[in-house]
């Protein structure tokens, strides 16, 4: 059996023995990084991406956080896995949607 090498860049399918080809997939939404066999189709997913999706596929589901009071007002702490999609410098829009829905749209910056 073949070592699959991706730090190489370009695995070797363990089925056909033949380099695989970098490509885009889809994976819960997101478009990650993959490598795929032009002659049976066997597909790898780039492990951090695999790992990015599986996280962005649960913070799609919700997050539960408490609401704290600092100096007369409310905040709510993003959980540290929001860390992949949220960096600090980042600007946050907030809009009310209803009494129970609150939107907050993203602008990232480049600098960290
Ligand atoms: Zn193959």
């Known amino acids: 059996m073949k070592e699959r090498k991706l730090e190489d860049g370009m695995p070797i399918c363990i089925?056909?023995?033949i380099k695989m080809k970098p490509v885009?997939?889809?994976?819960s939404d997101n478009e990650v990084r993959a490598w795929r066999c032009s002659?049976?189709?066997?597909?790898?997913?780039h492990p951090e991406d695999a790992?990015?999706?599986?996280?962005?596929a649960q913070l799609k589901?919700?997050?539960d956080v408490k609401v704290g009071i600092l100096n007369e007002a409310p905040y709510v702490r993003f959980p540290k896995s929001f860390s992949h999609v949220i960096q600090k410098g980042d600007v946050v829009s907030i809009f009310l949607e209803t009494a129970n829905d609150i939107r907050l749209k993203i602008k990232h910056t480049e600098s960290a």
């Open 15 to 17: 089925m056909c023995d």
């Open 24 to 27: 885009k997939v889809t994976l």
């Open 39 to 45: 002659k049976c189709s066997e597909e790898i997913i």
């Open 51 to 56: 790992q990015l999706a599986l996280i962005m």
């Open 61 to 63: 589901k919700g997050v």
